[in-house]
């Protein structure tokens, strides 16, 4: 597909979020202003970028029943999960080792706009990578893992979102190491209006979108 077809597929699925979730985009704004203000952290300036996070908090939080960060899956382990709510158990840190949590939604005080568009650069690198995909088939493990969650980056509902807009038509085959990434893309899938099963596939499995 194109670069120019798949950049068309990518505002049209935000603009579906957008309309999708509007309302509850709006009521974010109350905690994550207020978290920021508490802890003294400025929240990203940029309004497209910030909306496209808040969508994808809000298809979380309509997944799992509750906001899980934007930039990982849920694990099925509820200790887990729960210091990835949003905003996670690692912000602090993150912010403080690199200015920023790792999906560039809140940042040290005085960072400044220009900050933070180096800061998403560096984000996109990890996320937009050249995916493992041949023809209609994405193999998504072999990623790398991020440095204090040890979780994989991206993982492969980021992956599959990267895939959809790139594959021409459907079905898309996709490979995941653990089973609850596979039923993570069947509530995925089912949130976008898709088909999706999953069945174990060598030492992983096998999840058919169509």
Known sequence: MSKWKTTAKM???FMKGYLRYRSDLKKMDQWIQKYAERKGFRVNPHPMYLTNL????????????TRICPCFEATGDAKTDRK????????????????????????RGDFTDADFVAAEKDLMKEYRIS????????????????DNRQMDVPDPLH?????LNQVSSLPLEVIVAREQSAINILQ?????????????FEDAFMVTIQ
């Open 84 to 107: 990835l709510i949003c905003p996670c158990s690692f912000a602090e840190e993150d912010i403080a080792k690199t200015g920023t949590c790792h999906c560039k939604l809140f940042a």
């Open 11 to 13: 505002y049209k699925d």
């Open 54 to 65: 808040k969508i994808w908090i809000a298809e979380n939080q309509e997944m799992y029943g």
């Open 159 to 163: 992956q599959i979102k990267q895939a």
């Open 131 to 146: 995916l493992n995909l041949v023809g209609n088939i994405l193999d998504t493990r072999d990623v790398p893992k991020s």
């Open 188 to 200: 995925f899938a089912k949130l976008k209006k898709l088909n999706a099963e999953f069945k174990p």
